[in-house]
């Protein structure tokens, strides 16, 4: 079965301050693709990175960065300096042939 | 930059009433989704769509729904006797192709259901 785990339920920061959010997922596929999306509180969500099972190498993307570890089945996402409108719920995602199973969130607030 | 449209934006019903939720999906795209995000939870996949029939769906997709395209660029869920527990916002998503593609999302529809 395809299981997405996001065990922080909310992590608050000051401005400027680093955050890890910690994504665990769990699948029989060899070919599989994860996902980070943003939901601000406006309620959209916004696509913010893909990656394939078969592509470990870390990206970066302005503040942005993504540690994917086969090994341990873990796809983490650091915002570095973070900012007031990095405040969101950010969402971990498994595709599974075209089925996204979703992680249950994790609360991000960054006060000035 | 194309993206993927719904209406409304807000839908307010009483109990019992049918509705319908519109999305305009990404015009080269074949494959359609619909999500559902009950308050403060996470999204859950209801139902994928091509070549007009269902793909996959989930247990929450019962009898009560159903989805339509009924022309060349909506692609329609429908509610057909509203329950409470309906009460979410519905995402639309669309994609080229299944599997390997990125799934953009619309805005979403908050449905209320009182």
């Known amino acids: 079965a395809q299981k997405v785990t996001q065990a922080q339920t909310e992590i608050s920061v000051v401005e400027k301050e680093d955050v890890t959010l910690d994504c665990v997922y769990e699948t029989r596929d060899t070919t599989y693709y994860l996902f980070w999306y943003k939901q601000p509180p406006s309620g959209e969500l916004v696509f913010l990175i893909r990656r394939n099972s078969f592509d470990e190498q870390n990206e970066i993307s302005g503040r942005y960065s993504w540690n994917f570890q086969k090994s341990t089945s873990s796809f983490n996402f650091t915002i570095t300096a973070s900012q007031v409108v990095d405040s969101a719920v950010y969402f971990c995602?498994?595709?599974?042939?075209?089925?996204?199973?979703f992680g249950a969130g994790t609360q991000v607030v960054v006060t000035p | 930059e194309p993206e993927v449209t719904q209406t409304p934006s807000h839908q307010v019903t009483q109990m019992g009433q049918e509705v319908i939720l519109r999305c305009v999906p990404i015009?080269?795209?074949?494959?359609f989704y619909w999500y559902r995000q009950i308050l403060g939870q996470k999204v859950e996949f209801l139902v994928s769509?091509?070549?007009?029939?269902?793909?996959?769906k989930s247990e929450i997709f019962d009898d009560q729904f159903s989805v339509e395209r009924p022309d060349g660029s909506n692609f329609t869920l429908k509610i057909r006797s509203t329950k409470l527990e309906d009460s979410a916002m519905y995402f639309c998503a669309s994609t080229v192709t299944k599997g390997t593609d990125t799934q953009y999302f619309g805005p979403g529809t908050r449905l209320t259901v009182l």
């Open positions: 769509f091509y070549n007009n029939e269902i793909s996959e």
């Open positions: 015009s080269n795209h074949l494959y």
């Open positions: 995602a498994l595709d599974s042939w075209g089925k996204l199973q």
